[in-house]
């Protein structure tokens, strides 16, 4: 055969597939900088580019998801329905006390949840006292027990935690674990999954990966949501994960993870159990019935005179995708003199970077505080390529020098607070599942501030006059892989 020939049908092929992928990358109608990096890739690597698409490409939840899904949300509906009719009998203002009425009207028109008053909430920020707290917790548990997380890790200090639950389940305790399945990948093939399951310990595995499910299901969308909730009445979440950090990832070099989780107890903790079982059902289509039953508020709350009002905004490929971008952008911009903001792995999309940008032009004092090292190369080398442009337009950037700061949060005014498990990456934004709890309280917030003050004294700020001298090479590889950031 004409070698000739042969070259003109693989070019035609390539082109023909050239031209259908790219089309298919337009018609997802997502945000430019996705759609141009993915069509970038596709163009630098011809054969390599089609194989990540197929893999990575598109919001793929697969078909049996989503006819689980279909059948879910009637129950969901019903359910929060009641839930908005049993409040709004007790509150229908606005909380009085917080100055950011367009998060708040945001989030009540578009959640489907309410804003749970009432919720008493405790800040945690070290190892030892997150560990402790949650093991008196489980150890109190009196009917149930739900506890989903992204990473078990059952070394060191975990597996007391892991022992107490099982305590819990044989004193009569209905227990429940959802976890990653790439995230907890250790505990679930492992020996205290088995031990779970043998105790009467419902374990299941969320968002599993393999060969034959690439070809249906996007493997990398992730279940990030951190929750343990007991007795349906108290809640933990933030940014913890059940490992024990002088065990956990020591070879990456970046020192010990710092956290911060919020125990809160209240109407919260029934949410977030919902939405753990939730997501259970998504997994195994079996329904749970709280999705039917009325529910009754705890004998706390027919008490309560004070407390913070808090809306709990779960979010992923599954639901409304914009809502937690739309509530972050206009924490942003509803900022008035100060925005804190905690995160890991900082990779905005344009309209965020604008927001960050416009605050600081406007006189709003923006502090950024961000790992001085990160577990992620490629995310190092993207999120400084942006460190250039904030800091002309006068934005803070302090790199935190005491480890892996992993807590996550966006601290507006010292009065409303984004708090949970969303990093400002576009994969937490618009991809993983993930929990954030909006918290309307000044008490709280000075209590987070100080919080952050405290990691600041551990940070050195980056200065303009010195960045601008990094070396051409640095340049280069930040510039490089912000090309591909938004698809990190």
Known sequence: MDSSWLSALFGGLYLTLIIAFGIHVIMQRRPVGVTLAWILLLFILPIAGFFFYLLFGSRRLGSRRLKRLEHLYPDYEQWSSHLSRMITQRQVECPSHTPHTG??????????????????????????????????????????????????????????????????????????????????????????SRRFRLEGISVTESMPVGLLRMLFERVDIRNHRKILVIDDEIAWSGSFNLVDPVHFRQAANVGQWVDAMVRVEGIPAHVMAVIAHWDKALETGEKHSSFNATYEFPPS????????????????????????????????????????????????????????KSAAMRGVDVQLLVPHRNDSRMVHYASRS???????????????????????????????????????????????????????????????????????????????????????????????????????
């Not at 149930?144 to 305590?167: D, M, N, Q, T, W």
């Not at 911009?333 to 890991?344: F, G, H, N, R």
């Open 103 to 192: 998060i708040y009207k945001l989030a009540e028109q578009t959640l489907g949840i309410p804003v749970l008053p009432c919720s008493k909430l405790q800040l945690f920020h070290e190892t030892d006292t997150i560990l402790h707290g949650l093991l008196q917790d489980i150890e109190k548990a009196e009917h149930s027990i739900v506890l989903e997380f992204y990473i078990c890790e059952p070394k060191g200090r975990i597996k007391v935690l892991a022992e107490a639950l099982i305590r819990a389940a044989r004193r009569g305790v209905d227990c429940m674990v959802i976890l990653d399945a790439v995230g907890s990948r250790q505990f679930l093939r492992g020996e205290w």
């Open 386 to 488: 942006y460190y250039e442009d904030l800091l002309n337009a006068g934005v803070k950037i302090l790199q935190f020098k005491g480890g892996l700061l992993h807590t996550k949060c966006v601290l507006v005014d010292r009065s409303t607070i984004l708090f949970g498990t969303v990093n400002l990456d576009m994969r937490s934004v618009w991809l993983n599942y993930e929990v954030t709890m909006i918290i309307y309280d000044k008490a709280f917030g000075q209590t987070m501030a100080t919080l952050l003050d405290q990691y600041m004294q551990s940070s050195e700020r980056v200065r303009l006059s010195l960045w601008s001298r990094r070396s051409v090479t640095k340049r280069f590889l930040e510039s490089l892989f912000k090309l591909l950031s938004p698809l990190l």
């Open 301 to 356: 709350y027919l008490s309560c005179y004070i407390g913070a009002d808090v809306h709990v905004l779960p979010s992923g490929p599954g639901v409304d995708r914009e809502r937690l971008h739309q509530v972050l952008l206009t924490a942003i911009y509803e900022s008035k003199e100060e925005l804190l903001i905690s995160t890991p792995y900082f990779v905005p999309d344009e309209s965020l970077l604008t927001a960050l």
